[in-house]
């Protein structure tokens, strides 16, 4: 069947009755008929000003954006766009918070009849879809909630909603979740950027896990949506952690967002020969060195021995000149002349060897001579 969407205009207190907000668990209204936050939205992340926007909106007769809701049954809903000012206005008419109104701090209950009577009486613009679950859900994709827009992994929860879905968030994506608090130094929060309200914890632990498989974030959840539990990534999740706690054992902000479950894949966790104390004189002996312009890339480099993460200072263009005028132009492996222009800086004791980016460790080489001595 092709979705059908008709045109409903319902009224506050209609979609207010029997109202019950479990916070995380869920939230309800229109006499149980209408499930205004499902398993894959969002948790409500308005702040103050647009909360208090909503309400500002609805006193004065303007019209809020359209809001779609979806049939789950004969007479029943869900919210598909709109969960952020339904939320706003069914919080305020329970006597949740307050607003400014003519210069005082005002809840509900403190309005004037006539205010509160405008407000209960207010119109939704709602347009009911009614279709099968992928034409819904495609739908979804396609809107955004009052300007916030959607993230990757948000739109990733409607796809895939299910059991594993709904356990994922409890240890990922709900407030003050386990995740956000794992790790003994600083939390995960110190390794993973993102705010876990907005699912980019579950999608930094979704990329690693994935990328361990061999497969796609969308094709890992399409595997496990309907599994009882996300046990498995939580596991996952806390054994990266935990590895990148044992090796680097001081923290440093610089940890901070690398790609730590990459590292550890490629690595099979296999780094028995690496020594925690050792890696610490290492780190900070790298953090000093003026040399090391990516700070950040000191954990790859300890890694991986890959020298370009560390993105070593170039010698000035005044070093090349004073190195070319020494050497007359004249590139010492080669013997040849070569134009400046022609020419690459190159130290003449490797930084790798205690060699610094300084005016007297400063040789040019032609082009090809150099590529050769970099790839040696």
Known sequence: MTMEITERRIKVCDVFEN????????????????????????????????????IDTVLQGLPLNVMYWAKTGEDTYEVLDGQQRTISLMEYVDGNYSIQYDGNSMNFSNLPDDAQERILDYELFVYVCDGTDSEKLKWFKTINIAGERLTDQELR??????TWTASAKKYFSKTNCAASHYGSNVGCEGYVRGESIRQEILETAMSWISDRDGISIDEYMSRHQEDQTAQELWSYFRTVIDWVEGLFTKYRKEMKGLPWGLWYNELNGHTADLKP????????????????????????????????????????????????????????????????????ADHIKPWSEGGHTVPENCQMLCTQDNIRKSNH
């Open 277 to 344: 104390k050792e890696l610490e004189e290492k780190v900070s002996e790298l953090m000093a060195d003026d040399d090391v312009t990516r700070k950040a890339g000191v954990y790859e480099y300890l890694l991986f021995g890959d020298e370009k993460a560390l993105s070593i200072r170039a010698f000035s263009n005044r070093d090349k000149r004073q190195a070319y005028e020494r050497q007359k132009g004249i590139c010492p492996l080669c013997g040849k002349h070569f134009e400046l222009d022609k020419m690459q």
């Open 157 to 162: 929860n409607a796809v895939y909603a299910g």
């Open 19 to 54: 109202y019950e907000n479990d916070d995380e668990e869920g939230v309800t209204g229109y006499d149980d008929r209408l499930d205004i936050r499902p398993k894959y939205q969002r948790e409500f992340v308005y702040k103050d000003d647009k909360r208090n926007a909503v």
